[in-house]
């Protein structure tokens, strides 16, 4: 499956966002996903999954109760919403597809096999 990340953006502090992942390839539904960011100089770090269906989902302790991250199979894409931004959420984004079972979800990056090139979200103070 390729991914491909779209919706970043320059927004002030407490604005949001949409991040969107469409896919192309087959199977796109049988597929655990799951988003990741990195910021400037940092590592990449888990942001939120969810399973095949949508019906299990974590979340990073930094972006609980203000991200939401939910699919439309039939539509082959992958969503963020963002809401609330703080300058600290700056960062690329990227989504990603699991290698193992669309049973549940992933928080490791080290789960994910297929990958996104990234969008770019900048939240100004």
């Known amino acids: 499956v390729q991914l491909q990340a779209s919706g970043g953006g320059l927004v002030q502090a407490g604005g949001s966002l949409r991040l969107s992942c469409e896919a192309s390839?087959?199977?796109?539904?049988?597929?655990?996903l799951g988003w990741f960011r990195q910021a400037p100089g940092k590592e990449r770090e888990f942001v939120a999954a969810?399973?095949?269906?949508?019906?299990?989902?974590s979340y990073a302790d930094s972006v609980k109760g203000r991200f939401t991250i939910f699919r439309e199979n039939a539509e082959a894409t992958l969503y963020l919403q963002m809401n609330s931004l703080k300058p600290e959420d700056t960062a690329v984004y990227y989504c990603?597809?699991?290698?193992?079972?669309?049973?549940?979800?992933?928080?490791?990056?080290?789960?994910?096999?297929?990958w996104g090139q990234g969008t770019l979200v900048t939240v100004s103070s």
């Open positions: 969810i399973n095949w269906n949508g019906g299990a989902s």
């Open positions: 990603a597809a699991a290698g193992g079972s669309g049973g549940t979800y992933y928080t490791g990056a080290y789960d994910y096999r297929y």
């Open positions: 390839g087959r199977h796109f539904s049988s597929y655990a």
